[in-house]
């Protein structure tokens, strides 16, 4: 399996843009947590969606602007990242990662809880 993200890009704070995460080869469900990565700092986990879409999570820095989501009753489907009100500190690479054929509600918030990663994709916001 592999994980493609898109839809990043340059945007001034206050703007929005939508991330992509889709992921391709043979599988039944996944789960996906939204990571992103600063220069010089470590990867923080950012938002979750368990394989349905009926459980979510956010890191409060984030909560009230960014949204995570799915199509409704495909498991298969992209999973988005919905970024508004967005801020300088909100400058990274942002990675999605997958859990594969996992049925549970737990979103996972630690890097360990995903196996398959995505390239990453440029996320900059200016002032």
């Known amino acids: 399996v592999q994980l493609v993200e898109s839809g990043g890009g340059s945007v001034q704070a206050g703007g929005s843009l939508r991330l992509s995460c889709t992921a391709t080869?043979?599988?039944?469900?996944?789960?996906v947590g939204w990571f992103r990565q600063a220069p010089g700092k470590e990867r923080e986990f950012v938002a979750g969606i368990n394989w349905s879409g009926s459980s979510t999570y956010y890191v409060d820095s984030v909560k009230g602007r960014f949204t995570i989501s799915r199509e409704h009753a495909n498991a298969k489907s992209p999973v988005y990242l919905q970024m508004n009100l967005l801020k300088p500190e909100d400058t990274a690479v942002y990675y999605c990662g997958g859990r594969f054929n996992y049925y549970s509600d737990a979103v996972g918030q630690a890097q360990i809880s995903y196996d398959h990663w995505g390239q990453g994709t440029q996320v900059t916001v200016s002032s």
């Open positions: 080869g043979s599988f039944n469900i996944y789960a």
